[in-house]
């Protein structure tokens, strides 16, 4: 079971610029709309993969195998935080193993925690594992939603190392997230940095070489966003389908007009008979989205 603690500031995997640049539409007429479709084909690459992309933190209830690993439910994992057993003895010597995978590792094994049936002896029941460990972490992605751009907004302060912000920075970044700034003045306050720590509305950065610079005008940009480019691309490709979609009947599946015949494949299966369906998203897609696909 998984209880969110601290939840992302959406769950949009693109942003109405990119959709809107991606496919030559200009003005905002059309805004509201896309930011529906997007929403609509963020949701549908969640399903499709079985996984939230936008970091959250989370406590998550898991069973014990009697192995030396603990799988969890979110991936990737950037920060692991307390775990208890039987939610109230504190385990110190568990480390994480695979941030991609969301395992835990433990030296002297996790306690098995299946639940025993009685015949003649104690007999186990498949199946019956108790959520024995209550786990305190942050997973997931850094979405383009979070990417901060101000202008009259962002600010540095060199004594501090900060990035200081009147509106908000996003809840969820943790110490060895990486920003990109741009748009400054100064040319050392350009550039990549490493968050060392992360409040509401100052960034403290590893790098000691930030020079002092008030908020001006000037668009400024930090850019926080390390979803993979490849899912991104796909949220997009799902909102242009979804678009194209709307311009003919969805029954039609060719159509003549003199010399010219076209034939419409079909958007939401793989090629070849016995291919699995790819969830409603394009074929281009789903492919680029299959390095992504954790197990239902």
């Known amino acids: 079971m998984i209880t969110v603690t601290t939840r992302a500031n959406s769950t949009a995997l693109t942003t109405v610029?990119?959709?809107?640049?991606?496919?030559?539409?200009?003005?905002?007429?059309?805004?509201?709309?896309?930011?529906?479709?997007?929403?609509?084909?963020?949701?549908?690459?969640?399903?499709?993969?079985?996984?939230?992309f936008a970091r959250q933190a989370i406590t998550e209830l898991v069973k014990g195998y009697g192995g030396p690993y603990l799988m969890l439910g979110r991936a990737p994992v950037v920060r692991l935080g307390t775990i208890l057993a039987n939610s109230t003895d504190p385990i110190t010597d568990a480390r994480?193993?695979?941030?991609?995978?969301?395992?835990?590792?433990?030296?002297?094994?996790?306690?098995?925690?299946?639940?025993?049936?009685?015949?003649?002896?104690?007999?186990?029941?498949p199946g019956s594992e108790d959520p024995f460990y209550s786990i305190d972490y942050s997973a997931g992605y850094l979405l383009p939603g979070d990417d901060v751009e101000g202008e009259?907004?962002?600010?540095?302060?060199?004594?501090?190392?900060?990035?200081?912000?009147?509106?908000?920075?996003?809840?969820?970044l943790v110490s060895g997230d990486v920003l990109v700034a741009e748009g400054f003045a100064i040319a050392a306050n350009n550039g990549r940095f490493t968050v060392a720590t992360a409040a509401a509305q100052a960034i403290t950065v590893v790098e000691t070489t930030l020079a002092t610079e008030a908020a001006t005008e000037g668009l400024r940009f930090l850019r926080l966003c390390n979803l993979?480019?490849?899912?991104?691309?796909?949220?997009?490709?799902?909102?242009?389908?979804?678009?194209?979609?709307?311009?003919?009947?969805a029954a039609i599946a060719s159509r003549t007009v003199g010399d010219?015949?076209?034939?419409y494949r079909d958007p939401r299966a793989l090629v070849g008979p016995a291919a699995p369906m790819t969830g409603g998203l394009p074929v281009d897609a789903a492919l680029r989205l299959s390095p992504y696909v954790r197990a239902a």
Request: aromatic share 6%.
């Open 96 to 125: 994480l193993e695979n941030a991609d995978a969301g395992l835990v590792y433990r030296k002297f094994n996790w306690d098995n925690t299946i639940q025993l049936g009685w015949t003649i002896g104690d007999t186990p029941l």
């Open 260 to 263: 010219l015949s076209i034939s």
């Open 228 to 249: 993979p480019a490849d899912v991104e691309l796909a949220a997009r490709e799902a909102v242009r389908d979804v678009r194209l979609a709307r311009r003919r009947d």
């Open 152 to 172: 009259m907004t962002i600010s540095v302060d060199g004594p501090t190392k900060q990035f200081r912000t009147t509106e908000t920075f996003p809840r969820t």
């Open 17 to 52: 610029p990119a959709v809107k640049q991606m496919l030559g539409i200009e003005g905002t007429g059309e805004d509201a709309q896309i930011a529906v479709e997007i929403a609509a084909a963020s949701a549908a690459i969640e399903s499709y993969c079985h996984r939230v």
